[in-house]
């Protein structure tokens, strides 16, 4: 007793398990590949929007490589996207723009391989991170 929530190995197994399983989205069930250019690039522009503005780098990130696209219909639409993002050469503050440049110089590149699940009503133009995880690339 007094060690916490993590001195139960149970617990501490279980939450080891559900991290397991937040890793592995790309096994939910009922996900189909994604056939909508249109939507998937308003969602991955509204995902860089989050990550960036939750960020504390000083540059922006951009997505750099789709490596995977999948939707379910529910209510709305449920986007697990998995991709590739990197640290551009523009400044945090300096500009909006989504097409800067990745950075080229080697001790300022970075990289991260990014899962994320995003639901959508795209026909309201209603976006909410439901979930992500990003991991260096």
């Known amino acids: 007793m007094?060690?916490?929530?993590?001195?139960?190995?149970?617990l501490l197994l279980a939450a080891l398990a559900l991290v397991a399983r937040l890793?592995?989205?790309?096994q939910w069930s009922g996900f189909q590949e994604s056939t909508s250019p249109?939507?998937?690039?308003?969602?991955?522009?509204?995902?860089?929007?989050?990550?960036n503005n939750n960020?504390?780098?000083?540059?922006?990130?951009r997505v750099d490589?789709?490596?995977?696209?999948?939707?379910?219909?529910?209510?709305g639409v449920?986007?697990?996207?998995?991709?590739?993002?990197s640290r551009t050469k523009c400044k945090r503050n300096s500009t909006n723009n989504p097409w800067c440049p990745i950075q080229s110089k080697?001790?300022?590149?970075?990289?991260?391989?990014?899962d994320f699940l995003v639901y959508t009503v795209p026909w309201m133009n209603h976006y909410q991170l439901w979930n992500n995880s990003c991991l260096d690339a």
């Open 2 to 10: 007094g060690a916490g929530p993590w001195g139960n190995p149970l």
């Open 78 to 85: 449920e986007y697990l996207v998995t991709v590739k993002i």
């Open 38 to 51: 249109k939507n998937v690039n308003s969602t991955l522009a509204f995902f860089m929007e989050t990550y």
């Open 23 to 26: 890793g592995q989205l790309q």
């Open 106 to 114: 080697k001790k300022l590149q970075k990289s991260f391989i990014c």
């Open 55 to 61: 960020s504390n780098d000083s540059y922006l990130f």
């Open 65 to 75: 490589q789709l490596l995977r696209s999948q939707a379910q219909l529910t209510t």
